[in-house]
């Protein structure tokens, strides 16, 4: 979207540039979660000697 805004001249190549490692920063940050997740559901199940299928699908 806001590279259509660039090609139509309504932004400039910073804002682009910007809204780009934004997006860039959330997904690094969302996946950063995900590993620390099932990172601990996997200690957990080490430490319980159980397996918990259903909320290790379903964060």
């Not at 540039?17 to 860039?24: D, G, I, M, S, T």
């Not at 979660?33 to 290790?56: K, P, Q």
Request: charged share 30%; glycine share 4%; no cysteine.
């Amino acid at each position: 979207m806001l590279e259509r805004a660039f090609e139509l001249g309504e932004a400039d190549i910073i804002e682009v540039f910007v809204a780009r490692e934004r997006f860039l920063s959330i997904q690094t940050e969302a996946l950063s979660a995900y590993d620390t997740y099932y990172r601990s559901i996997y200690e957990l199940e080490a430490l319980t000697g159980t397996t918990f299928d259903r909320v290790a699908r379903d964060p």
